[in-house]
């Protein structure tokens, strides 16, 4: 049963901002949202994540809405190296047993020269 | 040391063999997850161990038998498998605190004939 939904592709312009939605309007208080992404067939990469403010690192940024019923990740100033599959995840935590991710189906981002 | 290591790359067995899937971190993390991948899908979660204890079994076919020997090794024993087990194996691992961000390994491809 899916937490997240997400547009199955979207083109950007290299150079240009990437801005990929992503839809957990079942999300609770304290459920986090991961972002990764996978480039072709390899294991997938940490991106970002947050809980209810906005966050910013050296890959990416991260819009999450006031009622966290959704996010979207911006990357900047894609390259051509950005083009992969990125998932939105919702993390959910459980105390002394880990945490479980569920994956979204997943965008594939491809940039554009 | 960031890396999550798997062997072997490349696996290719048939329905009768015996084989095992090894994963390796030394970042010290006390979550370790086995993930399969079908292809053009997100990850599905298989297994979690927390403090070398399963602790999530996604109901998977007793087929798949998983092994945590020690905090830094994970093995998925393999036997008497189908041809729709055919994907991509991932394997992760994470902190039991803090940003719980998980790190992934660059995965085996198993085929099944």
Redesign the interface.
């Known amino acids: 049963d899916a937490k997240t939904t997400q547009p199955p592709s979207m083109d950007c312009a290299e150079g240009r901002a990437a801005n990929l939605p992503c839809n957990h309007s079942t999300i609770s208080g304290n459920e986090y949202v991961y972002w990764y992404r996978q480039i072709h067939s390899q294991g997938p990469q940490y991106i970002i994540h947050g809980l209810k403010n906005n966050e910013t690192n050296e890959m990416a940024s991260l819009i999450i809405t006031e009622d966290r019923k959704s996010s979207t990740l911006i990357l900047p100033h894609a390259t051509l190296r950005d083009t992969a599959v990125y998932y939105c995840i919702v993390r959910v935590l459980y105390s002394n047993t880990g945490n479980q991710f569920y994956f979204g189906t997943g965008t594939s981002l491809t940039v554009i020269p | 040391d960031t890396e999550?290591t798997q062997t072997p790359k490349h696996l290719v067995m048939g329905m009768t063999n015996k084989k095992s899937l090894k994963c390796e971190q030394h970042m010290g993390h006390r979550?370790m997850?086995w993930y399969k991948q079908k292809a053009k899908?997100?990850?599905?979660?298989m297994f979690?161990?927390?403090?070398e204890k399963l602790?999530?079994n996604e109901s998977v076919p007793s087929r798949f038998s998983p092994e945590c020997p020690n905090s830094s090794l994970l093995n998925l024993h393999l036997h008497a498998l189908q041809p729709e087990d055919s994907a991509?194996y991932?394997c992760?691992s994470?902190a039991?605190r803090g940003?719980?961000?998980?790190?992934?390994?660059?995965?085996t491809?198993l085929t099944v004939t």
């Open positions: 999550v979550a997850y899908k997100p990850p599905e979660l979690v161990y927390s403090y602790s999530i991509l991932l992760a994470s039991m940003s719980y961000e998980q790190y992934f390994g660059p995965g491809r």
